[in-house]
């Protein structure tokens, strides 16, 4: 046997058998009938391929896989974050809303209220402005009657006669006083 077919009969069969048996230097009947020779493995499903040079057709198709992979999860993200923005401003705007209108009826009450108060003091306004006139129109008529009286008084008091210096008693009868000082008079 030479060189050339030890190799090739034990070396270069490729069986992948860690452990090389002394019949390798022998011939190469014994060594076929000693060492057991593994078929070829089928590749398992979803194992990675043999690490041979990937082509450029496989890598579109993965750069692909990956990039429908990736648009389908920004898409659901999107839509988990458009969701949950919305949720939050709608909570948000439903709370802001019940303050507006709750706001809006303590103005429009106010304002009503303020409507009602100008209308009494639009009222009592004219009320008040009646009466000062009225008051102007009786304090004048009360000083031009106060004046009558005091010139009435006054005419009435020129007929008079005072008498001083007469003396007092409590059984006096003015007539009779009157007749006896003109006598004496």
């Known amino acids: 046997m030479t060189g050339k077919q030890l190799s090739w009969g034990c070396w270069g069969n490729h069986d992948e058998t860690p452990i090389r048996s002394n019949a390798c230097w022998s011939s190469s009947n014994t060594q076929e009938s000693n060492v057991t020779k593994r078929s ?21 198709e993965v750069r692909n896989i990956v990039n429908e992979v990736f648009e389908k999860e920004m898409s659901n993200l999107m839509a988990n974050i458009n969701k949950t923005i919305t949720l939050t401003v709608s909570t948000c705007l439903k709370s802001i809303d019940s303050k507006i209108e709750e706001l809006q009826r303590s103005v429009s009450f106010i304002s009503s209220q303020y409507d009602d108060i100008k209308k009494e003091i639009d009222k009592y306004s004219d009320i008040f402005e009646k009466q000062r006139l009225e008051n102007e129109s009786l304090q004048s008529t009360v000083t031009d009657l106060t004046n009558k009286i005091n010139l009435m ?33």
């Open 40 to 60: 070829h493995k089928r590749q398992a499903l979803g194992s990675p391929t043999s690490p041979s040079v990937p082509s450029t057709a496989m890598l579109e």
């Open 153 to 185: 008084e006054q005419q009435a008091r020129s007929n008079n006669i005072e008498i001083q210096c007469v003396p007092e008693s409590k059984n006096e009868n003015l007539i009779s006083i009157t007749k006896q000082l003109s006598k004496t008079v």
